[in-house]
């Protein structure tokens, strides 16, 4: 969503009602008033010195996550890098407050996604923000193009696009619990690939994933 997009309503910190969004990670976490409006909140970086919104030299706000995908990342400094980027690193959201936790999986906890039939592809990834309280959130920009088999350059071109053939369809997800399965900074597309594959292959197969889910769970998937 991009700075000189945003309605002046918004600019000025004002109430608004939606927010178009597409190729940023996290959700507009909000607040709703009497009025039924929706105030931003807890998502646009704001700069530590001036307390505005950060934006980004080709103009764009920068959006955070829960986490940082670099050590060091510090939270006022306006640098996009510093969170874990949507468009390249395949993640999922947690439900806050949820079962999960007790379990061992966290932020950056290795997720594995499988798409269902006819495909059946798996994408690896990570736990990248914490969301909804009742059920897991939705995938990122990385890991719904990838579960729908798109290539690895397409990104959505506007938020109609990025809903009409980024979101992908019934996927089931894999959690690794526990500290080995926690992927270590810096967080990139090519090192969860490569630590996800691991962990997979510690599990069995994508095929044993498919067989536990058609016996435990839905013989259809």
């Known amino acids: 969503m991009a700075w000189r997009d945003v309605p002046g309503s918004i600019r000025k910190g004002r109430l608004f009602s939606a927010a178009a969004r597409a190729g940023v ?5 909000s607040q709703t008033y009497k009025n039924e409006s929706i105030r931003l909140i807890d998502i ?50 947690l439900p806050k407050n949820s079962q999960f936790f007790t379990f061992g999986i966290g932020k950056r906890s290795l997720v594995v996604a499988l798409s269902s039939r006819p495909a059946h592809r798996t994408v690896f990834g990570i736990v990248g923000d914490i969301g909804p309280a009742k059920e897991i959130g939705e995938a990122n920009i990385a890991m719904n193009r990838e579960l729908n088999g798109l290539a690895a350059s397409d990104q959505p071109k506007h938020r109609q696009d990025a809903i009409d053939r980024f979101q992908a369809g019934r996927s089931a997800i894999l959690l690794f619990p526990g500290p080995d399965f926690v992927l270590d900074r810096p967080i990139s597309g090519s090192r969860i690939a490569r630590e996800g594959a691991e962990a997979m292959t510690a599990f069995g197969s994508a095929q044993k994933l498919i067989d536990c889910i058609h016996e435990e769970i839905d013989r259809g998937f």
């Not at 990670?25 to 976490?29: K, V």
């Not at 010195?49 to 986490?67: E, F, H, N, Q, W």
């Not at 939270?75 to 959201?93: E, F, M, N, Y």
Request: glycine share 8%.
């Open 25 to 29: 990670f996290a959700r507009l976490d």
């Open 44 to 93: 646009i970086e704001k700069n530590a010195k001036t307390r505005k919104p950060c934006i980004t030299p080709d103009g764009y706000l920068v959006s955070m996550t829960a986490d940082v995908a670099v050590a060091g990342g510090r939270v006022g400094d306006c640098d996009q890098s510093k969170w874990i980027d949507a468009l390249t690193a395949p993640a999922i959201v």
